[in-house]
């Protein structure tokens, strides 16, 4: 059942109680009022009536010492006679409870002459067919007789008057029910619009669509609750796009790790093949080797990163407040045997959080990579020479490559430029991405395999940290990241 339903059915059971208690309590108020009033009225009657039976009795002849029955029965036909539109009911009985006189129509049994004495008065509501009555019974003691005087009022119209009541009573609750019924479908209908709109923002998400919100209507705990549910819903959507393009990394990293298992894999086959299905001669046997070996090489090298890369992303950071220019030093001594690249160190000193090791594999594999692209004729074919607008769009510094290191806002900036062959804009976000190369044939040819740059950028997670790359086709690139100052470097 619905629960706009139910709220509406517990309100009406509850209002259908509070209006038959009230009803029944207020009708049944009146009438035991009613009653109470036509009970003193009758008693009083009866007073009087036995008041003026003594009266009367005075006027006896004084011949008679007590009052004789044929003087009862006259003085009670008067009395009978003397009631409001034409006759009373009235009985008389005598000392023994004797019935002397009866009114036509006096139809109560004699149940209250027993109960009533010379002292007492008594009465009781009784039920006659269709009719109901106050039945009283008083004494009279008129010239030496105790006698007793029944009477019967009829008070029908009390209970006519309580069986309409009830009656008006059930229909106003009839209707108040009915239209109140009417009401309450709206008012539910209003107050659980929003488990309704919260209802359907859980199918469509269920169905697939995370974009889906719903709507806030309200601020009560209803309207809390559904931005409660729009802010786990954005929570959801975004851990879902991450999982998203985590897998879709994932796959991309498996189809190029295949790509690049495939290409050195197919050269070892073939070469290895050829070795030892065809006699060939001394030199051709040393190439087909040298190939083999080469290209085994290159696995080992891929195989190691892919390790490195392994083993940075599981690592937890172990960072140590470290000089920089320790790591500086380090780099410059590493460096100081490649002569064929002009590489300029400098930095300002202080102490910055970093687990040094990892950092010099990043700056290594940077450093590397800037030499790779200043290489003479890494932007040109073999046998160009360098024409004087490039040499001019490098600012003379071709073959430079600068490290440096500087305390800027945000952190320690470290940075690797080179005046090389640049990086294309479109493909700048791609080569981070794991065996991502700007140009395959010449990467491979210098033993990459596009894994240097994923590597660094999995060791600055570590570091909380980015790789920003500033890069011009054909000027140049400047390859940087900031790590966090220690308080020891102030
Ligand atoms: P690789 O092992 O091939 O060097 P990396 O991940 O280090 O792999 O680099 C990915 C690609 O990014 C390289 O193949 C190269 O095309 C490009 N690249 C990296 N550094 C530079 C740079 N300083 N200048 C120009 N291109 C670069």
């Known amino acids: 059942m619905k629960f706009s339903i139910k709220l509406v059915l517990s309100t009406m059971i509850v209002l259908a109680l509070a209006l038959g208690f009230s009803g029944f309590y207020f009708v049944n108020y009146v009438f035991e009022t009613s009653l109470d009033r036509e009970v003193g009225q009758a008693l009083d009657e009866s007073s009087i009536l036995s008041f003026a039976f003594e009266t009367a009795a005075l006027n006896v002849p004084l011949k008679y010492s007590v009052l004789p029955d044929s003087v009862v029965e006259e003085i009670a036909s008067k009395l009978e006679m003397g009631g409001q539109g034409g006759g009373r009911l009235l009985r008389i009985a005598g000392e023994e409870k004797n019935i ?14 027993p109960q009533t004495d010379q002292h007492t008065k008594s009465y009781r509501v009784i039920r006659e067919q269709e009719s109901y009555y106050v039945h009283t019974c008083v004494s009279i003691n008129a010239l030496n007789r105790i006698l007793y005087l029944e009477t019967m009022k009829d008070v029908t119209g009390v209970f006519t008057e309580r069986a309409m009541g009830f009656s008006l009573y059930r229909k106003v609750t009839v209707v108040i029910l009915l239209t109140g019924t009417v009401i309450m479908l709206f008012i539910a209908s209003f107050l659980t619009k929003p488990i309704r709109l919260l209802t359907r923002a859980t199918r469509e998400m269920a169905a697939g669509d995370y974009t889906y919100r719903a709507r806030q209507i309200s601020r009560d705990e209803l309207g809390q609750l559904t931005g409660d549910f729009n802010r786990m819903a954005n929570a959801l959507e975004d851990n879902i796009c991450k999982l998203e393009e985590e897998i879709e990394a994932r796959e ?37 080797a040298n190939y083999i070996y080469t290209e085994g090489k290159r696995l080992e090298a891929m195989s190691l990163r892919l390790l490195d890369i392994i083993v940075a992303k599981q690592d937890e950071a172990k960072l140590q407040e470290t000089s920089v220019g320790e790591l500086f030093a380090y780099l410059q ?7 064929d690249a002009d590489i ?3 930095h300002e000193e202080t102490m910055v959080w970093m687990e040094a090791n990892l950092i010099k594999t990043v700056l290594v594999n940077l450093i590397d990579n800037a030499c790779k692209a200043s290489e003479p004729g890494g932007m040109l074919a073999a046998g160009e020479t360098e024409p004087a607008a490039e040499a001019a769009a490098s600012g003379g510094k071709a073959g430079v490559i600068e490290v440096t290191g500087q305390t800027v806002d945000g952190g320690y900036r470290i940075a690797v430029r080179d005046y090389g062959i640049g990086i294309p804009e479109a493909e700048q976000s791609k080569i981070i991405k ?24 999995e060791i600055l997670k570590i570091h909380h940290s980015k790789l920003q790359i500033e890069s011009k086709e054909g000027e140049g690139s400047c390859f940087s990241f900031l790590l966090a100052p220690s308080a020891r470097s102030n």
């Open 344 to 346: 300029r160190f400098t």
């Open 434 to 457: 794991a065996f991502y190369m700007v140009d395959k044939s010449r990467a491979r040819s210098k033993n990459g395999a596009g894994l240097g740059l994923a590597l660094c950028a």
């Open 333 to 339: 001594e590493m460096f100081a045997e490649k002569k």
């Open 252 to 288: 991309e990293f498996m189809g190029a790790f295949a790509h690049e298992l495939k290409t050195p894999l197919t050269a070892i086959i073939g070469y290895a093949d050829m070795l030892r299905s065809h006699k060939l001669d001394e030199e051709k046997s040393i190439l087909s």
């Open 100 to 113: 002397l006189y009866t009114s036509g129509g006096f139809t109560a049994d004699e149940g209250l002459l």
